[in-house]
């Protein structure tokens, strides 16, 4: 069995369907360019884990079909995997039930968090030497990261996504288990996120470079 499995996943960058809640601060086509950049700094993230250590990278997408999405796939050489039907819960327990057949560890992002440390993602897969489960709380109640050893597999049973309830509802559902929690970080959903993003960025842009050129571009005037 191979030591360790970091899971993205992504959706096609498509106006219209890519980060539909930002689109009311940056408009459609807005939303969707932000939501590239955003995949772009966390290939950029993947790249780094996987020359750091033994750690095998997939992405798992709403379709394997989408041309930006496979682009994506070559870069970190690795084949997309088609995200089933259902609410994230269900989502979620296949990239584990899939991931722990082959992995020892495996740990699961979504694409929404371009200024992600790299040491969380290590202390993640750490805190699964000592842990059957981790969690990564975000800044809206939820989670930036979720990952299990091959010993266990997470429930999701009754999990109220989308909500300040998500996190606490996962460790409910997970009570028999010990769960390591790693230190807070921020994803970017709604408009009012925009604005902590943007502070980031003007401190550090090297946190996520291709965000913070797209958010440049998309702040000039427009002819």
Not at 66 to 93: H, I, K, N
Request: aromatic share 6%; with cysteine.
């Amino acid at each position: 069995m191979a030591l360790a499995q970091l899971a993205v996943f992504v959706r096609p960058p498509v106006q219209g369907s890519a980060k539909t809640r930002l689109a009311e601060a940056l408009g459609e086509a807005g939303a969707a360019a932000l939501y590239r950049a955003f995949v772009e700094d966390t290939l950029s993230l993947c790249e780094r884990v996987r020359s750091a250590g033994r750690i095998d990278v997939t992405l798992w997408s709403t379709d394997s079909r989408d041309e930006t999405v496979s682009s994506w796939a070559q870069r970190l050489r690795t084949r997309v995997r088609v995200q089933p039907q259902g609410d994230l819960g269900q989502r979620l327990s296949a990239a584990f039930e899939d991931g722990l057949e082959r992995y020892e560890r495996v740990v699961v992002i979504g694409s929404d968090l371009p200024t992600l440390p790299i040491d969380l993602i290590a202390s993640a897969f750490g805190a699964l030497e000592d842990a059957p489960l981790v969690l990564g709380p975000a800044n809206d109640g939820g989670y930036y990261a979720v990952g299990a050893t091959h010993r266990i597999r997470p429930s999701f049973e009754g999990v109220r996504w989308s909500t300040a309830h998500a996190l606490r509802d996962t460790a409910d559902a997970n009570a028999a288990h010990r769960i390591a929690t790693l230190a807070p970080w921020y994803d970017v959903d709604e408009p009012e996120d925009l604005a902590l993003l943007r502070a980031h960025l003007s401190v550090d842009a090297s946190a996520a470079p291709a965000t913070a050129r797209c958010l440049a571009e998309l702040a000039l005037p427009q002819r």
